[in-house]
């Protein structure tokens, strides 16, 4: 049997993420597909209590970008190895709200950590591991962040300066241009034409 997919979800604050998430899992259990949902930082105990440290809000110290760096990456491997994989051997497609690619859009991209950095890092800790397909839904930060302020209130990283966002989102878009598992989908038209579109690609591409 063929390892089952993990399809991620990307996008900066507000941009629709976990709206567009409950499109894919309709499109799911259209097609009677057995799957799992997991979201980042977290989706294990300890990796949720390294959510709560890395979002918190900090009066009396200056979190570091490469402390921030090495919380994801300490996140993401015990997600990967106590979820993901095993999801996956059981035959359970994986949903994932963020994966890798916001830690290289966000620590690379917002922060500016150097793919010098960052590049040896993600292939020690990840060993090649990657989804099968990312949806990067792009917006304009200032529109997703007043989405995301309407919701309700803001985290330590979402409180960061609009050049931060600008950044994350231009590094979002480089690197999806270099990579064809990456569907880039314009994240200001409506919901439901978002979902539309996220459904035709997930039955191009796995042929449902
Ligand atoms: N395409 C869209 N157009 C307008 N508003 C949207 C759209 N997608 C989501 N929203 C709204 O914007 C807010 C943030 O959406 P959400 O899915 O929580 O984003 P994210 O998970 O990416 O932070 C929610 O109130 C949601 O209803
Ligand atoms: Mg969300």
Do not use: C
Not at 10 to 38: F, H, M, P, R, V
Not at 78 to 102: C, F, M, T, Y
Not at 110 to 133: C, M, N, Q
Not at 171 to 199: F, H, M, T
């Amino acid at each position: 049997m063929q390892k089952a997919p993990f399809i991620v979800i990307e996008g900066l604050e507000g941009a629709g993420k976990t709206t567009a998430l409950g499109y894919i899992k309709a499109w799911l259990e259209q097609n009677s597909i057995d799957y799992i949902q997991t979201r980042e930082p977290g989706g294990t105990p300890m990796a949720e209590q390294l959510r709560d440290l890395v979002k918190a809000i900090r009066d009396n110290e200056k979190v570091t970008p490469e402390a921030e760096l090495l919380i994801m990456y300490a996140s993401r491997v015990q997600l990967i190895e106590n979820v993901i994989k095993p999801a996956q051997a059981e035959g359970k497609w994986v949903i994932g709200d963020r994966h890798d690619l916001s830690s290289r859009a966000y620590q690379g991209g917002g922060r500016g950590i150097s793919d010098s950095l960052i590049e040896p890092i993600r292939k020690a800790v990840l060993k090649g591991f990657e989804p099968d397909l990312t949806f990067y839904l792009d917006i304009p930060p200032e529109i997703g962040l007043e989405r995301a302020r309407a919701r309700g209130e803001l985290d330590r990283i979402e409180l960061e300066q609009m050049t931060f966002f600008t950044q994350t989102r231009a590094k979002y878009l480089e690197i999806a241009q270099s990579d064809d598992k990456i569907k880039v989908i314009n994240a200001q038209q409506p919901a439901e034409i978002v979902g539309q579109q996220l459904q035709a690609l997930l039955t191009e591409y796995f042929k449902r």
